[in-house]
Structure formats: C-alpha cells, structure tokens
T-cell receptor, first 113, second 119 residues
Framework: DAKTTQPTSMDCAEGRAANLPCNHSTISGNEYVYWYRQIHSQGPQYIIHGLKNNETNEMASLIITEDRKSSTLILPHATLRDTAVYYCIVRVEGGGSNYKLTFGKGTLLTVNP | GAVVSQHPSWVICKSGTSVKIECRSLDFQATTMFWYRQFPKQSLMLMATSNEGSKATYEQGVEKDKFLINHASLTLSTLTVTSAHPEDSSFYIC???????????????FGPGTRLTVL
C-alpha cells in the first residue's frame, strides 16, 4: 500500500469547517483513499472513501486532487465530539485477506469551544 | 450499520496467565477478521488476519504461539494471549469485514477495543 503523509496535529474552532490534508504521491491507479478516525480509547470509525471523484456523505466530504496525489477531508461543521485522530489510508478496494488497512500516525484534530 | 463487539472491554491479569478476547460481528457475517494492537500514543499495528475455518496469517514479528487466534464461525473470532507478561499490556482491537446492503464493496468495521493490563 502507498504511504501517506499527514500533519501531526490541527486545531479547529467549534462550528467551523475542519480541513484535514493528506499527501499520497505514490498512490497507484487502483488504490482508493480511505479516511478513518479514532476517538480516544475507542476503535476506529470509517468516515469516507473515494477513488478519484469527490465524495460526500453524512459525516464528511472528501476532495481528491485531479492527479490523485493528495486529498482533503472536510468536516463542514466541527463539533467537540469530532476531536479524534484522523487516519488517511490508501489501499485497493476489495475483500478478504487483501483488505489490510495500514495505519500511519494520523492527524490529531482538536476542536476547541 | 454493522456492529462489532469485543469482550471483555478491559481485563487485568497476573503475569504468566492467559487471557482470551472475543470479537463478534453482531449483525453480519464476517469471513475475514483482523486483530490489531495499539500501544499508548502509537498507531494501530496489524497483528494477524483471520479467515473463518482456516489458520490465521500473522504479520512479521508477531509470535503465533503466543497470540492464538481462532475463527471458528462467521461471527466470532478469539485472540488468546498466552503466558501474558507486562510488555503485552496494550489496547487490542479487532475488526470484521462485511458488506453493507446496497453497496458493492466490503468495509472493515472495528470493535471498541479491549484494554489488557498485565501485572
């Protein structure tokens, strides 16, 4: 799986949009960009994933650059409960033993009141 | 959505004893389950991949005789830490792979984790 680079930490004011960047310059053509988050002392939670088109769901939006070498996760209206470590992972989509997720260090997002 | 449970949520044991952790997919069948370990202030590290009815595949550096994994059914995988020592104290997290209705791909759903403390 391709390696990703994320800032170690970010701060965001409550109610504002949180934009979390991720660089994945070595991503392969068949690799997707996945985002998970982990609230302290809990298991990771799936947020969103995409291949090349921008994606949106009830939790967040994912913006992938045209060259696919970077992406941004957007939480449109951050709340205190969004404080967590956010992981950007690239991998092929599929099931079975190949469905490995390799977690990097992620970005600690702190939402301030 | 898909729910994965773990039991126990936390356990304290004496050095030299064995501890079993259960991972269950509550509302879906999981052919593949994964076990991770997370030390304080570190990221998740994959320990092993478990497929129902077959032997687990361990990541490099993970002792298969120390961390016994059983995946006897499509909804249950267990991790047994044998002869636990204080350095095995960690946060153990499982995940289960499953498909959601209306989606043509599988997702990996994580359990809430088990905090193991070995005295």
């Amino acid at each position: 799986d391709a390696k990703t680079t994320q800032p170690t930490s970010m701060d965001c004011a409550e109610g504002r949009a949180a934009n979390l960047p991720c660089n994945h310059s070595t991503i392969s053509g068949n690799e997707y960009v996945y985002w998970y988050r982990q609230i302290h002392s809990q298991g990771p939670q799936y947020i969103i994933h995409g291949l090349k088109n921008n994606e949106t769901n009830e939790m967040a939006s994912l913006i992938i650059t045209e060259d696919r070498k970077s992406s941004t996760l957007i939480l449109p209206h951050a709340t205190l409960r969004d404080t967590a470590v956010y992981y950007c992972i690239v991998r092929v989509e599929g099931g079975g033993s190949n469905y490995k997720l390799t977690f990097g260090k992620g970005t600690l997002l702190t939402v301030n009141p | 959505g898909a729910v994965v449970s773990q039991h126990p949520s936390w356990v304290i044991c004496k050095s030299g004893t064995s501890v079993k952790i259960e991972c269950r997919s509550l509302d879906f069948q999981a052919t593949t389950m994964f076990w991770y370990r997370q030390f304080p202030k570190q990221s998740l590290m994959l320990m092993a991949t478990s497929n129902e009815g077959s032997k687990a595949t361990y990541e490099q550096g993970v002792e298969k005789d120390k961390f016994l994994i059983n995946h006897a059914s499509l909804t249950l995988s267990t991790l047994t830490v044998t002869s636990a020592h204080p350095e095995d104290s960690s946060f153990y997290i499982c995940s289960a792979e499953g498909g959601l209705a209306g989606k043509d791909y599988n997702e990996q759903f994580f359990g809430p984790g088990t905090r193991l403390t070995v005295l």
